[in-house]
């Protein structure tokens, strides 16, 4: 019989040995004869605890690298909890942890029905956990009240079995963007609205994986630097390594100007005082302001300030002869209208199609991306609609509702 202790001893060791081991270097490390050696190795890996490659004649053994569940279950949109038999929380992911306003460490090993959690587990939800689920798990549909207000709900109960054994079950909860009931009228007294959340929630999965990448490269060259014995090709790796931690550092500095608010909270702003603040953090030096929108207000969350501020940068930087910007709005069948012109040189035709994608302007900084990814959680959607060579302008089109014009 496979005694417990011994496989975790050769899981320990396969852990320091990240190069792989074969059967005969286990058993000299751990001092075991090479038969038994052989037989908890092959434990292990039909297991899944570890993994072979062959390497000529010879087996390597390594410790198989497993990807951490709650990374994945993180980057969803939908809310995640996994509870066992007794309803006792093992994990919740972000989106629950923000729309219920809890730390995942004041609930996790708490009986789910005595934390704010309660309402997801009505007794419809009880009774199919109590049951005997297929593999494809139930569905169920019905509302939740959090807070002051209720959501339509829909809830995927699927059966699950922890490593130790036991069964639990994994709640997945997609609410819907309608609300069913709202006590509070008026969108300057909503909660959060879920679409804006996950929007803002996709942006930051984006930027996590971008930053991890980046932080990937970084320590390759790291690694070639190391192994070099060429002083130039050393300095050569050294520029290049420099370059890709300052792009992570110029990358997460406009990344936190955008994403500064978690969840984000949307609320009546006066235009010209969005417009005021971008001019205050740009320096126009000789280009003109000029501007018609007084009395109108937005709804939206602070990152709206940022859009006006990128273009105000990327006129100054780009435009190179600009001398003077102008926004102006008015109210049209589908909404309402915000132009911002400048008379710099404008946007080539061929960089339109690609202006608002990930990796486009000025080193690859993603402004004019995360401008469109801003709007659209609230509600809104820009284009660029100037003439090359007599100055960019951009259209924002802000919906009825999120927006109004005051008398005056």
């Given amino acids: 019989m496979v005694e417990r202790g011994d496989t975790d001893r050769i899981k320990e060791l396969l852990g ?21 050696a052989s037989k908890y190795l092959n434990l292990l890996v039909s297991s899944g605890a570890a993994t072979i490659r062959k390497l000529g004649p010879a ?19 939908d809310g995640i909890i996994i509870v066992d038999g007794k309803y006792g929380i093992h994990y919740i992911n972000d989106v629950i942890s923000t729309l219920f306003g809890i730390g995942k460490e004041s609930v996790i090993g708490s009986v789910a029905l005595q934390t704010p959690l309660a309402p997801l587990f009505d007794p419809e939800t009880q009774q199919f ?59 300057e ?29 970084a320590l390759d060259i790291l690694k070639r630097m190391e192994e070099t014995r060429d002083p130039a090709r050393f300095r050569e790796l050294s520029g290049e390594q420099e370059e890709v931690l300052k792009a992570i550092l110029v990358h997460l500095r406009i990344f936190d100007e955008f994403l500064e608010e978690t969840p984000p909270r949307q609320e009546w702003v006066p235009l010209e005082e969005v417009t005021g603040n971008a001019l205050s953090l740009v320096r126009l030096s000789h280009v003109r302001f000029f501007s018609d929108i007084r009395g109108i207000e937005i709804f939206a969350d602070r990152s709206f300030c940022r859009v006006f501020q990128t273009l105000l940068e ?39 199609p690609s202006l608002f994608e990930w990796g486009h302007g000025l080193n690859r900084a993603h402004s004019l991306f995360l401008s469109r990814q801003v709007l659209a959680a609230n509600g809104m959607s820009i284009k660029e609609t100037g003439i090359f060579n007599r100055g960019a302008r951009f259209e924002i089109l802000v919906p009825p509702g999120r927006y109004r014009v005051s008398r005056e």
């Fill in 16 to 36: 320091q040995h990240r190069n792989g081991l074969t059967i005969d270097e286990v058993s000299r490390h751990l001092g075991i004869n090479r038969s038994t």
């Fill in 59 to 77: 087996k390597l053994f390594y410790l198989k690298e497993r990807v951490p569940v709650n990374q994945l279950l993180n980057c969803t949109y």
């Fill in 129 to 187: 956990m109590g049951e005997s689920l297929t593999r494809e798990g139930h569905e169920t549909r019905g509302t939740v009240r959090i807070g002051e207000k209720t959501f339509s709900i829909r809830k995927c109960i699927i059966p699950v079995q922890f490593e130790s054994g036991s069964t639990g079950y994994c709640l997945i909860c997609h609410f819907d963007q309608g609300q069913v009931e709202q006590k509070a009228s008026g969108l």
């Fill in 189 to 217: 007294k909503a909660l959060p609205d879920m679409a804006l959340y996950t929007q803002y929630y996709q942006l930051d999965a984006l930027i996590r994986r971008y930053a991890k990448n980046q932080v990937t490269i």
């Fill in 314 to 352: 990327n006129s100054v930087v780009h435009g190179k002869k600009v001398t003077s910007v102008r926004v102006t709005a008015q109210e049209t069948k589908e909404g309402l209208s915000i132009v911002y012109e400048d008379d710099g040189t404008g946007i080539p035709d061929s960089e339109k």
